[in-house]
Antibody, heavy 120, light 108 residues
Framework: QVQLQESGPGLVKPSETLSLTCAVS?????????WGWIRQPPGKGLEWIGS???????YYNLSLKSRVIISVDTSKNQFSLRLSSVTAADTAVYYC?????????????WGRGSLVTVSS | EIVLTQSPGTLSLSPGERATLSCRTS???????IAWYQQKPGQAPRLLID???TRATGIPDRFSGSGSGTDFTLTISRLEPEDFAVYYC?????????FGQGTKLEIK
């Protein structure tokens, strides 16, 4: 069974860089799939941040593209999110996710989410 | 950039009733790559439907999806108490994903 687990600091100061890692178990990240990051501000809806293919190709939400880097570490079977120059508006629960079975499917596997608060 | 608009924002119904949730996209969706998710407080979203009409594994058959082009619908035929939650539609593919703003399904 595929499992995803987000980890990283729960508190980040304004103007600094938010860094999160998604550890994957039950599946080799180097085998296939676009691995995604999604966030949800408190009390609000879901926002897709971006995706990375196992080969390293990345695709980002245009509204965040200038501040986001998603990378993959196949040796550790994990992928990571970096969001720079954060403000209070970046406070959210951050989820990592994977499609159920390829490009034609939605995100069937999700992490439990990691709350990141941006505050001084 | 594709925009997904869900309606209504809030839907108040009673258990046993039929729920119809709408998702309209600003441009035609390739290959009907539309998914629907259910989210309960404190939980990650749960995939219900993808490919506009294919139920995910383990999803009860009271949930059904339909639509094509720019208009998509999630129908819950007979509401159970556990169905009251927030529902999101999503356009997905290779290079671009986007979510609707959500419909809250609440008990009347």
């Amino acid at each position: 069974q595929v499992q995803l687990q987000e980890s990283g600091p729960g508190l980040v100061k304004p103007s600094e860089t938010l860094s999160l890692t998604c550890a994957v178990s039950g599946y080799s990240i180097s085998s296939n799939f676009f691995w995604g990051w999604i966030r949800q501000p408190p009390g609000k809806g879901l926002e897709w941040i971006g995706s990375i293919y196992h080969s390293g190709s990345t695709y980002y939400n245009l509204s965040l593209k200038s501040r986001v880097i998603i990378s993959v570490d196949t040796s550790k079977n994990q992928f990571s999110l970096r969001l720079s120059s954060v403000t209070a508006a970046d406070t959210a629960v951050y989820y990592c996710a994977r499609p159920t079975s390829g490009v034609g499917s939605g995100y069937g596997f999700w992490g439990r989410g990691s709350l990141v608060t941006v505050s001084s | 950039e594709i925009v997904l608009t869900q309606s209504p924002g809030t839907l108040s119904l009673s258990p046993g009733e039929r729920a119809t949730l709408s998702c309209r996209t600003s441009q035609s969706v390739t290959r009907n790559y539309i998914a629907w998710y259910q989210q309960k407080p404190g939980q990650a979203p749960r995939l219900l439907i993808d490919g506009a009409s294919t139920r995910a594994t383990g999803i009860p058959d009271r949930f059904s999806g339909s639509g094509s082009g720019t208009d998509f619908t999630l129908t819950i035929s007979r509401l159970e108490p556990e169905d009251f939650a927030v529902y999101y539609c999503q356009q997905y593919g290779v290079t671009l994903y986007a979510f609707g703003q959500g419909t809250k399904l609440e008990i009347k």
